[in-house]
């Protein structure tokens, strides 16, 4: 059975920081591409960033230079570290899993909420 967990989200200033972190499971993790996406009320579900198989990275521009994608094969965990956050950043954010036969797997997200 195939699991993406998500934990750290939370409440947090603007100007503040948050390490989101996806534990895979039933996987062949370092066989797949890891996606943070995320939906705040009322918008469609939009990718924020994506590391590939062998490290490479891709963000949104909203956060570029903001956020930090990483991943830890061994612990089978992708890491998204948020800095500077700023309200519009408030989402529910998500984390995929997918691999090159078009396996794909969502996890059941956590809540990120940006506000003073």
């Known amino acids: 059975q195939v699991q993406l967990v998500e934990s750290g989200g939370g409440l947090v200033q603007p100007g503040g920081s948050l390490r989101l972190s996806c534990v895979a499971s039933g996987i062949a993790f370092r066989l797949y591409a890891m996606g943070w996406y995320r939906q705040a009320p009322g918008k469609q579900r939009e990718l924020v960033a994506e590391i590939g198989r062998l490290g490479t990275t891709t963000y949104a521009g909203s956060v570029k230079g903001r956020f930090t994608i990483s991943r830890d094969n061994a612990k089978n965990t992708v890491y998204l570290q948020m800095n500077s956050l700023i309200t519009e950043d408030t989402a529910v954010y998500y984390c995929?899993?997918?691999?090159?036969?078009?396996?794909?797997?969502w996890g059941q997200g956590t809540q990120v909420t940006v506000s003073s």
């Open positions: 995929k899993a997918s691999s090159s036969s078009l396996n794909t797997y």
